[in-house]
C-alpha cells in the first residue's frame, strides 16, 4: 500500500509542456492552510512574444471564453493580490507564488496565454491544500540486514521559499550526528520536494526500533511519520550458570538463553568447549561431577535463515591442586656470566602461591618464586633442576628435570715449547698448546706468532721452520663455544750480530790530511750480547777492536774498510765504507803524448797528472821562460807544435785545500824533411847573394879609386861644371818654396843611385880641356862622381838639425843654365841646387 502511496505522489509531479506553446509547469501542487506555493512555469523561446496570460481558479470553458477567479492577470494588477509573478523583469519566466492559501483555493488551476498573433491556449494544474501539514514520507530499502550500512530518505511534495521547513530524524528518540543526515529541496518544474537522507549501520539491537522523520516550521514541529525497522540477524545467546567457580566432584549447570533471532531459530541448542569443533546438543548442559580436565569456555549456537549465532564464552573453573608441573625451558644452554631464567609451569585452579626448586635433587633454600634466576650464571651451578607447585587446593608432584648446561671457555690454556733450548735463529721450534677444562671440549685452535704465514694454522701442534732472528713471543687460542688465549711465550731467539755499519765519530764533517780521525763499529742488536770486533782495509785484516784511531791521518790511510763483529751464534760485516782524505794536489807531473821529441807542425799533447782529494780545480801552465800559458784545463795541446816552441814545461794544480807543482818537463821538436830542404836551399842562395855581393863590391871599390882620380883632377882651379854631393837620406816632406828647396828628394831612391843632371847655356864655356863632349840635341851634360864617404867640401842641401850620419851613395845632380844669374824658368821636375864654395 505504501509503495503505491509514493508511486502516486510520484506522478503528482509529472510535468506538463505544452507541446505546441512550449510552456512548462508542474501537474499538481501541494500545500496546507496558512503556507504558501510556488508555481515554477518556463516559457520556451521558440514562440511569439506573450500579450497577455491569467491564472484562473477553476476556469469554465463558455461561449468560446474561458471564465473563473482570477488569481493573476498580467495585463490587469487589481486581480488577487495574494498572486505574484516572481521575476516580472523577464518576460519568458511565468513562475509565481500564492500566499497565505486557504483550504478554499484548492482546486483546478488553469493558465492562459495568447500572444501577439492572438494565439490562445489553456493549460490546468490541480492545487491540493490540506487544512494541516502532511505527515513526510519515509522510504526504506526493501530487506534490512545487520552489518549493513543504509540510507533511508525521507521528503515531502512542497517547497516554498516564504515558508520554508526542515526535516528531523529520531531513532528511539535519539538525534542522529549531523554527518549522518544530508537535506535538501528542489523547485524545478519536474519535482518540487523538501528531502532528507539518513545513514546508519545496522546491528541486531535496531530490530523493533522506532524510526521517525518529524515536519518542522520552526518553532513548531508539524507532523511526523513512524515506521519500525525489521533488521533481519543471527540469533544471540547468553550462557548462564549456577557457578563457575567449583571444586573437583561438584555438579555444574549451564543454561542457554535466547535474546533475540530474526527470524527464528532452527533445530537445537548447542554447546561449545574450548573451542572446539565437537557439539554438545541440547539445553541446559549438565555436569553431575566435574574434574579439572572439565575448566575451560564454554558457549552455545543456534542457527536461523541468516545463520549461525554464538554466545559470548563463559569460564568454567574447576578448583584443584597444581598438577603437570613442568620446568620451562626444556633444556637451559648458557654461556658462564650471562643471565638464566627457569619458569615452573603447572596446571592449577586457583594459581599456585608457593614454588620450591631443586638442583640435582636437593631442595634450593630460599627459592619460593615461580621463576629460578641466575642474574650471573657460573659454572658450578650446571646441573639438573625441578619444581613443586603448591596453591590453597593443596602441593602438587615434583615436576621431571631439565639440565641447565653452563658453557665456559678454556681454561688453563698454555704452550709448550717441545725443542731444545737455546733457541737460534734457523732452527726448527715445535709447538703444542694445551688446557686443564672447557665446557663444551676446545674444537678449535687458533695461533698468533707475528709471523704472517703461520697465523692460519688451526692445530693443536705448530711447526716453525727456520725461526728468523725476531720471532719475539707466540699465543695460542684454544676454543669451544668461547675462546681463551694464553700467555704469551717468549721464544728468545739467539742471532748474530744485526745492522752493523761503520759510524764516523770525528770529525763530523770533511776527513783532510793530518786530521784526527775515529771510527766505530756499531750494531742495533745481538743475541746474546757479548761480541767482539775485527776490521779489514781493501779485503786485509788490519785491526782487533771496536775502533780505529788516527791522531794525524794520509792520503795513504784511505781506502775502503768493513768492520766485523761476532757472537757465539755467529759473524756479520758491515758495509765497505769508503775513507776519503782530502789533501792538496801532490805528485804533479807533465806526460806527453806522442813522447817529448816530436817533429814540427804535428799535435803534442801535455797532460798534467796530479794525485788530489778533491779534484783539481783548475789548472796552469808555465812554458820555459816561466810565463803563463793562456790553458787552465789538465791538458795542454800544441797544435801545430813548431821548433821554437821547444823547451822546459810545468803546471800547477789547484784545489780548495792548496797549490802543488810538477818538476820541468823537456818538450824537443826537430825540423821535418820538408824545412830542412827549405833550409839547405835558402842557406846555398845566402852563399850565393855573399858571392855576388863580394863581387860588386869588388867592382865597386875600382869605381872608387877611378873617380878619386877624378876628384883630384877637378881640385885645380878651372871652370869645370863637376861637384860633389853627399846626400843624407834624411826623409823629409817635399816642399815648392825654391829657396828652401836644396836638393831633389826622391823617396824612393833610398839606397839606390840617383841621378842629376847638369845643363848648361847654349855657347857657354864652363870647362876647358874637358874629355866630355857636350851633345847638342839636349844641351846637357851629365857628370857622374863616386866619392867615399868622409866630409865633403861641397853640400846642395841647408843646415838641418843633427841627424844621425846615414850611409853615403852616389847621387847625380841636374844644374841648368849655369853661369849666368838669370835662371831660366824650370822644367816641371827640375830642382835648383846652389853650389857653395
Same mark, same amino acid.
Given at each position: 500500500?505504501?509503495?503505491?502511496?509514493?508511486?502516486?505522489?510520484?506522478?503528482?509531479?509529472?510535468?506538463?509542456?505544452?507541446?505546441?506553446?512550449?510552456?512548462?509547469?508542474?501537474?499538481?501542487?501541494?500545500?496546507?492552510?496558512?503556507?504558501?506555493?510556488?508555481?515554477?512555469?518556463?516559457?520556451?523561446?521558440?514562440?511569439?512574444?506573450?500579450?497577455?496570460?491569467?491564472?484562473?481558479?477553476?476556469?469554465?470553458?463558455?461561449?468560446?471564453?474561458?471564465?473563473?477567479?482570477?488569481?493573476?492577470?498580467?495585463?490587469?494588477?487589481?486581480?488577487?493580490?495574494?498572486?505574484?509573478?516572481?521575476?516580472?523583469?523577464?518576460?519568458?519566466?511565468?513562475?509565481?507564488?500564492?500566499?497565505?492559501?486557504?483550504?478554499?483555493?484548492?482546486?483546478?488551476?488553469?493558465?492562459?496565454?495568447?500572444?501577439?498573433?492572438?494565439?490562445?491556449?489553456?493549460?490546468?494544474?490541480?492545487?491540493?491544500?490540506?487544512?494541516?501539514?502532511?505527515?513526510?514520507?519515509?522510504?526504506?530499502?526493501?530487506?534490512?540486514?545487520?552489518?549493513?550500512?543504509?540510507?533511508?530518505?525521507?521528503?515531502?511534495?512542497?517547497?516554498?521559499?516564504?515558508?520554508?521547513?526542515?526535516?528531523?530524524?529520531?531513532?528511539?528518540?535519539?538525534?542522529?550526528?549531523?554527518?549522518?543526515?544530508?537535506?535538501?529541496?528542489?523547485?524545478?518544474?519536474?519535482?518540487?520536494?523538501?528531502?532528507?537522507?539518513?545513514?546508519?549501520?545496522?546491528?541486531?539491537?535496531?530490530?523493533?526500533?522506532?524510526?521517525?522523520?518529524?515536519?518542522?516550521?520552526?518553532?513548531?514541529?508539524?507532523?511526523?511519520?513512524?515506521?519500525?525497522?525489521?533488521?533481519?540477524?543471527?540469533?544471540?545467546?547468553?550462557?548462564?550458570?549456577?557457578?563457575?567457580?567449583?571444586?573437583?566432584?561438584?555438579?555444574?549447570?549451564?543454561?542457554?538463553?535466547?535474546?533475540?533471532?530474526?527470524?527464528?531459530?532452527?533445530?537445537?541448542?548447542?554447546?561449545?568447549?574450548?573451542?572446539?569443533?565437537?557439539?554438545? @546438543?541440547?539445553?541446559? +548442559?549438565?555436569?553431575?561431577? =566435574?574434574?579439572? *580436565?572439565?575448566? /575451560?569456555? !564454554?558457549? #552455545?549456537? %543456534?542457527? $536461523?535463515?541468516?545463520?549461525?549465532?554464538?554466545?559470548?564464552?563463559?569460564?568454567?573453573?574447576?578448583?584443584?591442586?597444581?598438577?603437570?608441573?613442568?620446568?620451562?625451558?626444556?633444556?637451559?644452554?648458557?654461556?658462564?656470566?650471562?643471565?638464566?631464567?627457569?619458569?615452573?609451569?603447572?596446571?592449577?585452579?586457583?594459581?599456585?602461591?608457593?614454588?620450591?626448586?631443586?638442583?640435582?635433587?636437593?631442595?634450593?633454600?630460599?627459592? @619460593?618464586?615461580?621463576? +629460578?634466576?641466575?642474574?650471573? =650464571?657460573?659454572? *658450578?651451578?650446571? /646441573?639438573? !633442576?625441578? #619444581?613443586? %607447585?603448591? $596453591?590453597?587446593?593443596?602441593?602438587?608432584?615434583?615436576?621431571?628435570?631439565?639440565?641447565?648446561?653452563?658453557?665456559?671457555?678454556?681454561?688453563?690454556?698454555?704452550?709448550?715449547?717441545?725443542?731444545?733450548?737455546?733457541?737460534?735463529?734457523?732452527?726448527?721450534?715445535?709447538?703444542?698448546?694445551?688446557?686443564?677444562?672447557?665446557?663444551?671440549?676446545?674444537?678449535?685452535?687458533?695461533?698468533?706468532?707475528?709471523?704472517?704465514?703461520?697465523?692460519?694454522?688451526?692445530?693443536?701442534?705448530?711447526?716453525?721452520?727456520?725461526?728468523?732472528?725476531?720471532?719475539?713471543?707466540?699465543?695460542?687460542?684454544?676454543?669451544?663455544?668461547?675462546?681463551?688465549?694464553?700467555?704469551?711465550?717468549?721464544?728468545?731467539?739467539?742471532?748474530?750480530?744485526?745492522?752493523?755499519?761503520?759510524?764516523?765519530?770525528?770529525?763530523?764533517?770533511?776527513?783532510?790530511?793530518?786530521?784526527?780521525?775515529?771510527?766505530?763499529?756499531?750494531?742495533?742488536?745481538?743475541?746474546?750480547?757479548?761480541?767482539?770486533?775485527?776490521?779489514?782495509?781493501?779485503?786485509?785484516?788490519?785491526?782487533?777492536?771496536?775502533?780505529?784511531?788516527?791522531?794525524?791521518?794520509?792520503?795513504?790511510?784511505?781506502?775502503?774498510?768493513?768492520?766485523?763483529?761476532?757472537?757465539?751464534?755467529?759473524?756479520?760485516?758491515?758495509?765497505?765504507?769508503?775513507?776519503?782524505?782530502?789533501?792538496?794536489?801532490?805528485?804533479?807531473?807533465?806526460?806527453?803524448?806522442?813522447?817529448?821529441?816530436?817533429?814540427?807542425?804535428?799535435?803534442?799533447?801535455?797532460?798534467?797528472?796530479?794525485?788530489?782529494?778533491?779534484?783539481?780545480?783548475?789548472?796552469?801552465?808555465?812554458?820555459?821562460?816561466?810565463?803563463?800559458?793562456?790553458?787552465?784545463?789538465?791538458?795542454?795541446?800544441?797544435?801545430?807544435?813548431?821548433?821554437?816552441?821547444?823547451?822546459?814545461?810545468?803546471?800547477?794544480?789547484?784545489?780548495?785545500?792548496?797549490?802543488?807543482?810538477?818538476?820541468?818537463?823537456?818538450?824537443?821538436?826537430?825540423?821535418?824533411?820538408?824545412?830542412?830542404?827549405?833550409?839547405?836551399?835558402?842557406?846555398?842562395?845566402?852563399?850565393?847573394?855573399?858571392?855576388?855581393?863580394?863581387?860588386?863590391?869588388?867592382?865597386?871599390?875600382?869605381?872608387?879609386?877611378?873617380?878619386?882620380?877624378?876628384?883630384?883632377?877637378?881640385?885645380?882651379?878651372?871652370?869645370?861644371?863637376?861637384?860633389?854631393?853627399?846626400?843624407?837620406?834624411?826623409?823629409?816632406?817635399?816642399?815648392?818654396?825654391?829657396?828652401?828647396?836644396?836638393?831633389?828628394?826622391?823617396?824612393?831612391?833610398?839606397?839606390?843611385?840617383?841621378?842629376?843632371?847638369?845643363?848648361?847655356?847654349?855657347?857657354?864655356?864652363?870647362?876647358?880641356?874637358?874629355?866630355?863632349?857636350?851633345?847638342?840635341?839636349?844641351?846637357?851634360?851629365?857628370?857622374?862622381?863616386?866619392?867615399?864617404?868622409?866630409?865633403?867640401?861641397?853640400?846642395?842641401?841647408?843646415?838641418?838639425?843633427?841627424?844621425?850620419?846615414?850611409?853615403?851613395?852616389?847621387?847625380?845632380?841636374?844644374?841648368?843654365?849655369?853661369?849666368?844669374?838669370?835662371?831660366?824658368?824650370?822644367?816641371?821636375?827640375?830642382?835648383?841646387?846652389?853650389?857653395?864654395?
Amino acid at each position: 500500500m505504501r509503495l503505491l502511496q509514493l508511486s502516486f505522489l510520484a506522478a503528482g509531479c509529472l510535468v506538463l509542456c505544452l507541446g505546441h506553446w512550449d510552456v512548462c509547469l508542474p501537474k499538481d501542487l501541494n500545500a496546507w492552510e496558512g503556507t504558501c506555493v510556488q508555481i515554477p512555469c518556463k516559457i520556451n523561446m521558440n514562440i511569439g512574444n506573450l500579450r497577455r496570460f491569467v491564472l484562473y481558479h477553476k476556469p469554465q470553458y463558455n461561449n468560446m471564453m474561458y471564465q473563473g477567479t482570477v488569481l493573476f492577470d498580467k495585463d490587469n494588477s487589481s486581480e488577487d493580490k495574494r498572486t505574484q509573478l516572481l521575476d516580472p523583469r523577464r518576460e519568458r519566466n511565468c513562475s509565481m507564488i500564492i500566499r497565505k492559501l486557504q483550504v478554499s483555493d484548492a482546486g483546478e488551476l488553469g493558465l492562459r496565454t495568447i500572444d501577439e498573433k492572438d494565439d490562445k491556449w489553456m493549460e490546468k494544474m490541480n492545487l491540493t491544500v490540506n487544512a494541516s501539514a502532511p505527515s513526510p514520507h519515509i522510504q526504506l530499502p526493501l530487506q534490512l540486514e545487520e552489518f549493513q550500512e543504509v540510507t533511508v530518505t525521507c521528503f515531502l511534495n512542497y517547497y516554498c521559499s516564504e515558508y520554508p521547513v526542515s526535516l528531523l530524524w529520531s531513532l528511539e528518540g535519539q538525534r542522529p550526528l549531523p554527518d549522518q543526515v544530508q537535506d535538501s529541496f528542489s523547485l524545478e518544474v519536474q519535482k518540487i520536494s523538501t528531502e532528507s537522507k539518513f545513514t546508519l549501520s545496522l546491528n541486531w539491537t535496531h530490530h523493533g526500533k522506532k524510526l521517525a522523520c518529524q515536519l518542522w516550521h520552526f518553532p513548531e514541529k508539524l507532523s511526523e511519520e513512524i515506521v519500525q525497522l525489521d533488521v533481519k540477524h543471527t540469533p544471540k545467546l547468553t550462557v548462564v550458570a549456577s557457578s563457575l567457580k567449583v571444586k573437583e566432584g561438584d555438579s555444574v549447570t549451564l543454561n542457554c538463553l535466547l535474546q533475540s533471532s530474526n527470524p527464528k531459530i532452527r533445530g537445537s541448542v548447542f554447546w561449545i568447549k574450548d573451542e572446539m569443533s565437537d557439539r554438545k @546438543t541440547g539445553e541446559p +548442559l549438565i555436569l553431575p561431577r =566435574v574434574t579439572w *580436565q572439565d575448566a /575451560g569456555s !564454554y558457549r #552455545c549456537g %543456534a542457527d $536461523n535463515e541468516m545463520g549461525q549465532g554464538t554466545s559470548e564464552p563463559v569460564t568454567l573453573q574447576i578448583l584443584y591442586p597444581p598438577k603437570d608441573s613442568r620446568v620451562d625451558p626444556g633444556r637451559v644452554v648458557k654461556s658462564e656470566n650471562q643471565t638464566v631464567e627457569m619458569t615452573c609451569q603447572s596446571s592449577a585452579n586457583p594459581l599456585p602461591t608457593n614454588y620450591s626448586w631443586f638442583q640435582d635433587g636437593k631442595l634450593m633454600p630460599g627459592e @619460593t618464586k615461580q621463576q +629460578l634466576r641466575f642474574q650471573v =650464571v657460573k659454572r *658450578q651451578q650446571s /646441573g639438573q !633442576y625441578a #619444581c613443586q %607447585a603448591e $596453591n590453597s587446593e593443596g602441593r602438587g608432584q615434583v615436576s621431571a628435570a631439565v639440565r641447565l648446561d653452563v658453557w665456559y671457555p678454556p681454561t688453563g690454556v698454555t704452550v709448550t715449547i717441545n725443542n731444545r733450548t737455546p733457541i737460534q735463529e734457523g732452527d726448527t721450534v715445535k709447538l703444542s698448546c694445551s688446557y686443564n677444562q672447557s665446557n663444551p671440549s676446545v674444537n678449535r685452535y687458533s695461533w698468533r706468532t707475528q709471523l704472517p704465514q703461520y697465523d692460519s694454522i688451526r692445530s693443536k701442534s705448530l711447526t716453525i721452520n727456520s725461526i728468523p732472528w725476531n720471532a719475539k713471543s707466540v699465543t695460542c687460542t684454544a676454543c669451544s663455544a668461547h675462546c681463551s688465549s694464553s700467555s704469551p711465550v717468549h721464544l728468545d731467539v739467539q742471532y748474530a750480530p744485526r745492522d752493523v755499519k761503520i759510524i764516523l765519530i770525528t770529525p763530523q764533517s770533511d776527513i783532510r790530511s793530518g786530521d784526527q780521525v775515529h771510527l766505530q763499529c756499531d750494531f742495533s742488536s745481538s743475541h746474546p750480547r757479548n761480541v767482539g770486533y775485527s776490521w779489514t782495509r781493501n779485503g786485509k785484516h788490519v785491526y782487533e777492536g771496536k775502533s780505529l784511531n788516527w791522531s794525524s791521518i794520509s792520503p795513504e790511510d784511505s781506502g775502503l774498510y768493513r768492520c766485523f763483529i761476532y757472537n757465539s751464534v755467529g759473524k756479520t760485516q758491515s758495509q765497505e765504507w769508503d775513507l776519503k782524505i782530502q789533501y792538496a794536489p801532490r805528485h804533479l807531473q807533465v806526460s806527453i803524448i806522442p813522447g817529448d821529441t816530436v817533429m814540427e807542425k804535428t799535435s803534442v799533447v801535455l797532460s798534467c797528472e796530479a794525485d788530489a782529494n778533491p779534484a783539481i780545480d783548475f789548472y796552469t801552465w808555465f812554458d820555459w821562460k816561466g810565463q803563463k800559458m793562456d790553458n787552465f784545463g789538465p791538458k795542454l795541446t800544441l797544435w801545430p807544435v813548431m821548433t821554437h816552441q821547444s823547451g822546459a814545461y810545468w803546471c800547477q794544480g789547484t784545489n780548495k785545500l792548496g797549490t802543488g807543482e810538477s818538476q820541468p818537463t823537456i818538450l824537443t821538436v826537430y825540423y821535418s824533411p820538408e824545412t830542412i830542404g827549405r833550409r839547405t836551399a835558402l842557406g846555398f842562395g845566402v852563399c850565393l847573394a855573399l858571392l855576388i855581393l863580394a863581387f860588386t863590391g869588388f867592382q865597386f871599390i875600382r869605381c872608387w879609386k877611378k873617380i878619386r882620380g877624378l876628384q883630384d883632377l877637378q881640385a885645380q882651379p878651372s871652370r869645370q861644371g863637376s861637384f860633389f854631393i853627399r846626400n843624407k837620406k834624411i826623409r823629409r816632406p817635399h816642399s815648392t818654396t825654391a829657396p828652401q828647396s836644396l836638393g831633389y828628394y826622391n823617396p824612393a831612391a833610398e839606397e839606390r843611385i840617383e841621378y842629376s843632371t847638369l845643363q848648361f847655356p847654349p855657347q857657354a864655356q864652363y870647362l876647358e880641356n874637358s874629355r866630355i863632349n857636350l851633345q847638342t840635341e839636349d844641351e846637357s851634360v851629365t857628370y857622374s862622381v863616386l866619392q867615399k864617404s868622409h866630409k865633403g867640401d861641397y853640400e846642395n842641401v841647408a843646415p838641418v838639425e843633427v841627424s844621425p850620419p846615414e850611409e853615403e851613395s852616389l847621387h847625380y845632380s841636374e844644374l841648368i843654365h849655369f853661369g849666368e844669374r838669370k835662371r831660366l824658368p824650370a822644367q816641371e821636375g827640375v830642382e835648383y841646387v846652389t853650389l857653395k864654395h
